[in-house]
């Protein structure tokens, strides 16, 4: 209920009101059974934008930092994300990643749309870097259809660091559904695994025209940290 409301009667109309979002390709997401969408991540108002514009709900794995967030943006961040049916999950690895990973199957054997940032966090520069294997696994061994999905300019709405969101229009490009039957039974494979990344990040790339860099987002973000330290 609280989704909907959301959705139909308050943000939802707002947001098109001020941000004006634009659509390309909405009709590639399925009217009825389990998918994933694979989305770039440039701000975190993607996980506003892209739920509230699609045709149905969607499900987010968010990092739990969301849910545990102080004072009055915490709370209201925290109380968006669990009103739109965001869960929350551990990035921290090892038995935390395969919770993540069970948590994602469980929303897809139940019939829903999953959203995923393969990326595992937010581009710290606008290029579109190496994506995560969980996705690949995730849809091999549910069999469900990879849909890529482009969030554009919406590091313009809420740059890294910034805490007011600006006034920009954003765009979301949503491209065909991503067939990986080829390759059933192989979700043990790490060869398999990376190559089905891989072609879901070359996707991506295609859609939103972003540059791709050959490394993880978060070794960048560390060796940035590093040197700013120094």
Same mark, same amino acid.
């Given at each position: 209920? #609280?989704? !909907?409301?959301?959705?139909?009667?308050?943000?939802? +109309? /707002?947001?098109?009101?001020? !941000?004006?979002?634009?659509?390309?390709?909405?009709?590639?997401?399925?009217?009825? *059974?389990? $998918?994933?969408? #694979?989305?770039?991540?440039?701000?975190?108002?993607?996980?506003?934008?892209? +739920? &509230?514009?699609?045709?149905? +709900?969607?499900? !987010? &794995? $968010?990092?739990?930092?969301?849910?545990?967030?102080?004072?009055?943006?915490?709370? /209201?961040?925290?109380?968006?994300?669990?009103?739109?049916?965001?869960? +929350?999950?551990?990035?921290? *690895?090892?038995?935390?990643?395969? $919770?993540?990973?069970?948590?994602?199957?469980?929303?897809?054997?139940?019939? !829903?749309?999953?959203?995923?940032?393969?990326?595992?966090?937010?581009?710290?520069?606008?290029?579109?870097?190496? *994506?995560?294997?969980?996705? #690949?696994?995730?849809?091999?061994?549910?069999?469900?259809?990879?849909?890529?999905?482009?969030?554009?300019?919406?590091?313009?709405? =809420?740059?890294?660091?910034?805490?007011?969101?600006?006034?920009?229009?954003?765009?979301?490009?949503?491209? =065909?559904? &991503?067939?990986?039957?080829?390759?059933?039974?192989?979700?043990?494979?790490?060869?398999?695994?990376? #190559?089905?990344?891989?072609?879901?990040?070359?996707? &991506?790339?295609?859609?939103? *025209?972003?540059?791709?860099?050959? $490394?993880?987002?978060?070794?960048?973000?560390?060796?940035?940290?590093? /040197?700013?330290?120094?």
């Amino acid at each position: 209920m #609280a989704y !909907f409301i959301l959705k139909n009667l308050i943000l939802g +109309p /707002l947001l098109r009101l001020i !941000f004006r979002p634009w659509v390309r390709g909405m009709e590639n997401i399925p009217s009825a *059974g389990a $998918a994933i969408l #694979a989305s770039n991540h440039l701000s975190f108002s993607d996980s506003i934008f892209l +739920p &509230l514009q699609s045709r149905r +709900p969607v499900v !987010f &794995l $968010a990092k739990s930092e969301y849910f545990t967030g102080k004072g009055i943006k915490g709370a /209201l961040t925290r109380w968006f994300f669990k009103s739109t049916g965001q869960l +929350p999950i551990d990035r921290s *690895g090892g038995k935390a990643s395969e $919770a993540s990973l069970n948590t994602g199957l469980s929303v897809l054997s139940q019939g !829903f749309v999953l959203g995923i940032y393969p990326e595992g966090t937010r581009s710290p520069d606008g290029k579109l870097y190496r *994506g995560r294997t969980g996705i #690949a696994r995730m849809a091999l061994e549910s069999k469900v259809p990879v849909i890529p999905v482009a969030m554009i300019d919406t590091e313009k709405v =809420q740059p890294i660091g910034k805490r007011l969101p600006r006034i920009r229009r954003v765009g979301i490009v949503v491209g =065909q559904p &991503l067939d990986f039957s080829r390759f059933d039974g192989m979700e043990g494979d790490r060869i398999v695994l990376r #190559a089905v990344t891989d072609e879901i990040m070359y996707e &991506l790339a295609k859609l939103s *025209g972003q540059e791709y860099v050959d $490394a993880y987002a978060s070794s960048v973000k560390e060796k940035r940290a590093k /040197l700013a330290r120094q």
